[in-house]
């Protein structure tokens, strides 16, 4: 496994629209492996294969239930809402508020290529419609309701 670098968002490959994924193979899995261990180290919950410049439909998210893969994924069902701050690793040290569905039901496949279907709410949900967004070449910030803050290297210390 190797950690890779993470593109912030003046890279204009952001703003690209992933491909499907049509090869499940040992390549694929060196690069979930790799997307679990970069997101890891840089205490993200959530890795769109695209922020490490592979343009691929493939993220993965974990908010304390281990790291989940999704592969060609798609929104099945969206249900309420919820308005939260959001940050981004693509975005270091900026967050806002955005409005995201508060219940999310999305079907993928594994990396083995078998297709699944999940029901997912809160933190959990607002991560896959996050990661959906950097699929479809999206950042959170195109989304922010009023203004985007920006962390300071003191407010990181306390």
Not at 107 to 125: C, K, N, P
């Amino acid at each position: 496994m190797a950690i890779r670098n993470i593109r912030v968002d003046s890279d204009p490959l952001l703003r690209k629209t992933s491909k499907p994924v049509i090869k499940f193979d040992d390549s694929l899995h060196v690069l979930l492996d790799d997307m679990a261990e970069t997101m890891g180290e840089a205490e993200g919950v959530g890795l769109a294969a695209i922020q490490i410049g592979i343009l691929k439909r493939i993220f993965i998210v974990d908010v304390g239930e281990g790291v989940i893969e999704f592969i060609n994924p798609t929104i099945l069902k969206e249900e309420g809402e919820q308005i939260g701050d959001e940050g981004c690793l693509s975005v270091p040290k900026r967050f806002g508020q955005v409005k995201r569905p508060n219940i999310v039901t999305i079907s993928a496949q594994d990396r083995f290529g078998t297709e699944f279907e999940i029901t997912r709410s809160e933190l959990f949900a607002r991560a896959i419609c996050h990661e959906m967004d950097h699929l479809n070449g999206k950042i959170f910030t195109d989304l922010v309701i009023g203004e985007i803050f920006k962390i300071t290297d003191e407010e990181e210390i306390e």
